[in-house]
């Protein structure tokens, strides 16, 4: 799967190198990168920083699936999708969902794609520390909401 990245670290990751190796073919038309960030805010308290854990094996086949979904609905060239794990702080960029296509469209759309699935399907618990204390994140109805759109 040489047209497939996908990789989950503690490391800061380089969108300039991500952007690179997007647009390496010549048919390449559109690309698109989307990057999350910690949020200072969240469910109204401020956040001072987060921490993500994960099973290596179960997130990576996962990760895996979801991308495989995306290449099958979208005419679409490379797939990179970068998820840091650890203790992040706020502001730090937390995720990286990046695709290439012929066309603007199905780039944007297998982009989108791919992030609500992440967000809902992938095994990562977030624990979340703010002012009165840390607790673990639970999935919201926004998310499956984004799910049904699929």
């Known amino acids: 799967m040489h047209n497939i990245q996908i990789a989950v670290q503690e490391q800061p990751f380089d969108q300039n190198e991500v952007y690179r190796w997007l647009s390496e073919q010549n048919s390449v038309g559109a690309i698109v990168i989307f990057v999350g960030k910690v949020r200072d805010l969240n469910l109204g308290d401020e956040v001072s920083s987060l921490y993500l854990e994960h099973y290596p094996a179960m997130t990576k086949k996962a990760l895996n699936e979801i991308v495989t979904q995306a290449k099958a609905r979208w005419d679409i060239q490379r797939v990179s999708v970068i998820h840091r794990v650890g203790l992040l702080q706020t502001g730090d960029e937390i995720v990286l969902v990046g695709v290439s296509s012929a066309h603007r469209g199905d780039a944007y759309?297998?982009?989108?794609?791919?992030?609500?699935?992440?967000?809902?399907?992938?095994?990562?618990?977030?624990?979340?520390?703010?002012?009165?204390?840390?607790?673990?994140?639970?999935?919201?109805?926004?998310d499956q909401e984004a799910l049904e759109r699929w």
Do not use: H, V, Y
Request: net charge positive; no cysteine.
């Open 109 to 142: 759309q297998a982009n989108e794609f791919i992030m609500d699935f992440l967000k809902s399907r992938a095994p990562f618990w977030k624990k979340e520390r703010t002012k009165k204390g840390e607790r673990w994140i639970e999935s919201r109805d926004s």
